[in-house]
């Protein structure tokens, strides 16, 4: 499949635009092509490539609106899209919340594409399970993993005069090793837009030693513990929390920065000062889009959280109409400011603790305080004068990242993840923390 290009995309979205009678229209274009290859049991299972491209054409007459969308890109499929648009937006109710599209600006280019990612073929998707299988195989393991590798653009545009084009790549690797006799399991992800940050071996590596080591886990009581979250394990318990910072949900008192009175939590200080978070499209290990496709508003560089203060909330074109303020594009990744200690070294300096590699089966139980509860699993061990001792059986938890974030002793390193419960891509630092609350066994590996 040829991969449009800014040229073929303008004038594609030129055609759907002089198309519509509507009185605004917005047009978003999406393709590319994903590879993947997944192995279980030391064997390839399934390996593939997947390609597609669509366009979604949106319009409104006054507060009614109509969506229609179509992977056939000739004149006559285009026009065929754009009147369906049209003939369900005339079939609507009008949306009380409707907001115009919004007036044309400059898009700031991010760093999205690497040629490497690009150029991925099946050999190296091969070449990456093999690595996994082969280590797993001579030391008598187990191992299953899914990689996928991505390379696709987007396009936007309205009828006030909105383009943006840009490509962007991302590869996705996550293994999960067991022992024969699955008393042990290890995991590891890792995630990259430029596959030359990837290294396959070594991710294989840690899955296999993590493996290797929880054979024989021991009961330790369930309670409060020192704790040391790798950024995987971290990383969607913090998603919970990001998905929160909404104004809307806290001015209508449906989160935990809400305020008695219709307010938010803006300005107040809910975290440790070592707490600095914020969002950056331009970043250069997790850059974004430059733009947020749902409101086709330009993303910006901002502060979530500075010195522990809650520094920005996420408006809506509509809510931000409502109360006074300003809307931007929502952020489209999560930067968490860290130390230089790797989770090795945090371990060195715990005098006695449990470490966590991975969080999952993640459920609400309070969205006014975020408590989540779930579970650990593949890898959780108990640390004594700075060495981890043995491995532990896994844990249920009921904890919220609020009370985590008040608890930290230190911060490690960050690594880049895109965490399942997570619609940002992350950097996301290893942390120690205080009275991390484990409230029962779970006999899972």
């Not at 919340?97 to 998707?125: G, L, Q, W, Y």
């Not at 300096?349 to 509860?373: A, E, F």
């Amino acid at each position: 499949m040829k991969m449009l290009n800014q040229d073929d995309t303008k004038r594609i979205t030129d055609k759907v635009l002089s198309l519509s009678k509507a009185d605004e229209c917005t047009v978003t274009i999406k393709g590319g092509r994903t590879g993947n290859i997944r192995y279980a049991r030391n064997a390839v299972s399934t390996a593939g490539l997947v390609e597609n491209t669509e366009i979604a054409i949106s319009v409104a007459f006054g507060k009614k609106q109509g969506t229609a969308s179509v992977n056939e890109f000739d004149d006559k499929s285009l026009e065929k899209a754009v009147r369906r648009a049209e003939d369900l937006a005339r079939l609507a109710p009008e949306n009380p919340e409707f907001m115009p599209t919004p007036a044309a600006v400059a898009f700031k280019s991010s760093s999205t594409f690497s040629a490497k990612t690009d150029a991925i073929d099946p050999e190296f998707r091969a070449q990456v399970a093999a690595y996994s299988i082969e280590a797993c195989r001579k030391n008598k393991l187990v191992a299953a993993g899914f990689f996928t590798d991505e390379s696709g653009f987007e396009t936007i545009a309205n009828s006030r005069g909105v383009f943006g084009h840009q490509q962007r790549t991302n590869v996705d690797f996550t293994c999960t090793v067991r022992t024969e006799d699955g008393r042990g399991s290890g995991w590891v992800r890792r995630d990259a837009n430029d596959v030359s940050k990837f290294d396959a071996r070594a991710a294989s590596d840690v899955a296999i030693e993590k493996a290797l080591r929880s054979v024989e886990a021991k009961a330790l009581e369930p309670g409060r513990y020192t704790v040391i979250l790798e950024p995987a394990a971290t990383s969607d318990l913090m998603a919970y929390m990001f998905n929160s910072f909404d104004a809307r949900s806290a001015d209508e008192g449906r989160s935990f920065l809400a305020k008695q009175g219709g307010r938010n939590r803006l300005g107040d200080k809910l975290f440790d000062e070592q707490v600095n978070v914020w969002a950056d499209p331009w970043h250069p290990d997790v850059p974004v889009l430059p733009w947020d496709a749902e409101t086709m508003l330009a993303r910006e560089k901002m502060d979530l959280i500075k010195n522990g203060k809650i520094a920005a909330l996420n408006y809506s074109p509509f809510w931000a109409k409502k109360q006074g303020a300003r809307a931007v594009g929502a952020p489209g990744n999560i930067v968490m400011a860290g130390g230089s200690k790797s989770t090795a070294e945090l371990i060195a300096s715990t005098k006695k603790g449990v470490l966590v590699t991975r969080t999952w089966y993640i459920r609400m139980v309070d969205p006014q305080s975020v408590l989540l509860t779930g579970l650990t699993r593949d890898g959780t061990f108990y640390i004594e004068n700075g060495k981890i001792k043995h491995p532990i059986k896994n844990f249920r938890f009921n904890e919220s990242p609020v009370t985590m974030l008040n608890n930290i002793d230190e911060l490690g390193r960050p690594e880049i993840l895109a965490g399942d419960e997570s619609q940002f891509q992350l950097l996301i630092p290893a942390m120690r923390v205080r009275d991390f609350n484990f409230t029962s066994l779970s006999d899972a590996v």
